[in-house]
């Protein structure tokens, strides 16, 4: 099969990775074409059909159109898959000269999403996201990572040892950080410490809240970290505070190394944790006070995610999002050649 991955990204993020890391694992089977910014070149295998072109600019662009449409006509793919709305949005716009079927996968909900009707079929990283999307061709994939290479068991005894939590994100508003640092200031225990990995352009704004709340060397900022899977050996709770997301990754990595998460109620998360780890989004009280029955008993938090463990490990690998996706494009590149024929 040959399949012609579109990104329109010019980030890095969650999207980036999983568009990334999805077409290094389907060149196994496939002979995969990419289409996206020239930046991320380096980041694919040697196998993948790499061609550079800018999409983050305007998605009405009439020159970018027509050097993408070029592009896929000269692939000549079995499939086309496009990654979240703007990559969607112009193929939607190239839909009539396209021959091959069209794969969306839908990574976020935004308000329109119009763009999604016209495709042959649609990937949707959680059913939350599902449940927005006219489009009655829906298949649900929920995001994958690697398994830890080797899963550490924290201690459960909360009197012998300080707590760890971490926060895994980009620095902007939608991740809640804000949020989230007003939920920690009403942790009274002194022995729990907050760290925030990421970077963005909020971080000098969230640098002075905390110390606006006097949360001083409770919380650190440690910026951009390549060492996840060993910051979260170290970590007691993983924290999501977002006010919006498709379906987080940091989730799936936590999970995968049997690291407890509480969250806001967004997709993915809502979908997969107990709802004793839940809290309201954008509510620093809601927040606080499943932060706060977390840390209270570790034991009881351990026996609470044991099957939320065992989830993960059959539902969340990278492997199976890989053979989930790689089916939904063989059927739909399959059902393209009987139409043609």
Known sequence: MRVCEIMAGNDDGGLENHFIDLANALVRNNEVHVIAHARYAERFSNEVNFHPLDLSRSRKNPLTLYRLLNMIKAIRPDVVHAHANKAAAMVTSLRRWISAPCVATIHSLKRNTGMFEHFDHLIAVSKGVARGIRNQSVTVIY?????????????TDVAMEARTITCIGRLVHVKGIDVLLKAFSKIDNQRVQLQIVGEGDARHHLESLADELGLGERVSFLGNREDIESLLAETDLVVIASRREGFPLVLVEALLCHRPVVSTRVPGAAEILPQEVLADIENPDSL???????????????????????????????????????????????RGKLCAS
Request: aromatic share 6%; net charge neutral; charged share 25%.
């Open 143 to 155: 995001n994958g990572r690697n398994r830890c290479s080797e899963i550490i068991q924290r201690s």
């Open 288 to 334: 606080a006070d499943r932060l706060s029955w977390s840390l209270a008993d570790a034991q009881r938090l351990e026996k609470t995610f044991v099957p939320v463990f065992k989830f993960a490990e059959a539902a969340l690998t990278h492997d199976h999002q890989v053979s989930a996706t790689e089916t939904v494009l063989q059927d739909v590149a399959r």
